[in-house]
Nanobody
Framework: EVQLQASGGGLVQAGGSLRLSCVAS????????IGWFRQAPGKEREGISC?????????YYVDSVKGRFTISSDNAKNTVYLQMNSLKPEDTAVYYC??????????????????????????WGQGTLVTVSS
């Protein structure tokens, strides 16, 4: 029953903005961490942000997106958003949202560097492509 659906990707010029959405169903939304991940061709999947990330961390951003991206949650809609501003060509990737029980996760500062990152988020959406042109 757990389902996640990412949407909102597209083609934008460098410096532009996009807002990605992740609609969740099939679980108690407030009990789950929602993470945003991306994968560019030839590169490893990268965790970039999360909300309700762990017992002690409510939001987190990796340095490469900090100050440009903002994660938020509309609990009434079971939806998490990723507002992406000042986009750069290196942001080009397929973006995925994923969910995990919040209490099961370590701090994202460590998790997002670990090979277990993907495994620790059991539920994944299908991804949405973001292309940033220069």
């Amino acid at each position: 029953e757990v389902q996640l659906q990412a949407s909102g990707g597209g083609l934008v010029q460098a410096g532009g903005s996009l807002r990605l959405s992740c609609v969740a169903s099939g679980f108690t939304f407030d009990d789950y961490a929602i993470g945003w991940f991306r994968q560019a061709p030839g590169k490893e999947r990268e965790g970039i942000s999360c909300i309700r990330c762990s017992n002690d961390v409510d939001t987190y951003y990796v340095d490469s997106v900090k100050g440009r991206f903002t994660i938020s949650s509309d609990n009434a809609k079971n939806t998490v958003y990723l507002q992406m501003n000042s986009l750069k060509p290196e942001d080009t990737a397929v973006y995925y949202c994923a969910a995990a029980e919040r209490r099961s996760l370590p701090t994202p500062r460590l998790l997002f560097k670990a090979p277990s990152m993907t495994r620790r988020y059991p539920y994944w959406g299908q991804g949405t492509l973001v292309t940033v042109s220069s």
